[in-house]
């Protein structure tokens, strides 16, 4: 009994000493259970609507404080007429756009009826029916409670449209995500992986002392793993396009050139977690924490940014995903050009030269 108990304090000791088994013990669920709890959330909170008033009287305007006063939505920007709405939605902030028709007020009193209409950016789907369905009851609720005394019967019919996916399909949403995802995995976890097991077998030193420079080792080693991330990312684009029938609107050029702009600055991020890794199972706990998770919870994939917490929608800016996705999606179903995702393009460049900067560094230091 005495020698059973001595094992169990030592494996006791052994799992205390032992930080990655205390991470993955206490550490990962703790995570989880922050992240799942807070990010996971079916509520509408300060969506960016614009609002065409072609009226401009009480009603309007009591509608509009309603809506504002919520806590749903804020108020981005009054429009002068709907020229302006396809850009605004291009520009990817504005994801509502209110129209109330002309004499609103007025057709309200005399004809019992008046016209808003509820144009929604559908890109992301689900987020588009949240917000028609918030709009369409707190004006709803407005009828109800201000108008409920009033002799004739007053009614307000709104007009919903959704822009970029008519259908509501949810494969709109995921073939985006999935993308990103799985360029992300196979290119970032694959390489740091494979980099790593080298390292860990003693072969990276032989390598180091052949004819070849250490660049050309590493780009040896990411070349494959470069042309097999872009034929996957050719086959997700054709089986989403051809088989569910998800629309590119813009340039396949363009849509192509980011793609493989995202797969090096994965590539790059799988060799600077090599470089800091020494074991592959390093490499790969610090692959799946800090890119499948994160790609999952915090890049617009499947919950929408605008929804989480302040301090997450923070940390959401350092995942490269979040993004590669607002690029997939405005080309694909909104057709825009460079000039609309410039910023983005150009985050993911800056993510790209930080970590071949981090890799080069780290590689250097190991090298003297």
Request: hydrophobic share 50%.
């Amino acid at each position: 009994m005495n020698r059973f108990w001595g094992f169990v304090k030592k494996e006791f000791f052994h799992i205390f000493r032992d930080r990655r088994t205390m991470i993955i013990l206490f550490g990962i669920p703790i995570i989880q259970l922050m992240l799942f709890g807070t990010v996971i959330t079916n509520e509408i909170k300060d969506a960016r609507i614009a609002i065409y008033d072609q009226s401009k009287d009480e009603v309007t305007a009591e509608i509009t404080s309603k809506l504002l006063s919520s806590g749903y939505f804020l108020l981005d920007r009054n429009l002068e007429s709907t020229k302006d709405i396809e850009a605004i939605f291009k520009q990817g902030t504005v994801k509502e756009v209110l129209v109330f028709g002309r004499d609103f007020s007025r057709k309200l009193q005399r004809e019992g009826k008046a016209d808003v209409q509820i144009i929604v950016d559908a890109s992301d789907p689900n987020l588009g029916k949240m917000l028609a369905s918030y709009t369409t009851g707190i004006i709803n609720d407005y009828i109800l409670k201000q108008m409920g005394d009033l002799h004739l019967p007053m009614q307000i019919e709104p007009e919903v449209r959704m822009v970029y996916n008519e259908g509501l399909q949810s494969v709109y949403m995921f073939v985006p995500g999935i993308m990103a995802m799985i360029l992300m995995l196979i290119s970032a976890m694959m390489t740091s992986i494979s980099i790593t097991r080298e390292k860990e077998l003693g072969t990276m030193e032989i390598l180091l002392v052949s004819p070849l420079r250490p660049a050309q080792i590493i780009l040896g080693k990411v070349t494959p793993y470069l042309v097999l991330s872009f034929i996957n990312a050719l086959v997700i684009l054709g089986i989403g396009h051809f088989i569910f029938g998800v629309p590119i609107k813009g340039s396949w050029v363009l849509l192509l050139g980011e793609s493989i702009l995202f797969i090096m600055m994965a590539l790059s991020l799988g060799i600077m977690i090599s470089s800091l890794a020494k074991t592959q199972m390093v490499a790969m706990f610090i692959s799946v924490i800090a890119l499948m998770l994160p790609t999952i919870l915090l890049s617009g994939f499947i919950f929408s940014i605008e929804n989480m917490p302040l301090p997450l929608q923070v940390v959401s800016h350092i995942i490269p995903p979040r993004w590669f996705i607002v690029i997939l999606r405005n080309i694909m179903l909104k057709g825009v050009g460079l000039a609309y995702v410039w910023k983005e393009t150009a985050v993911l460049l800056g993510m790209t030269a930080f970590f071949v900067a981090v890799a080069v560094k780290k590689f250097k230091t190991r090298l003297e």
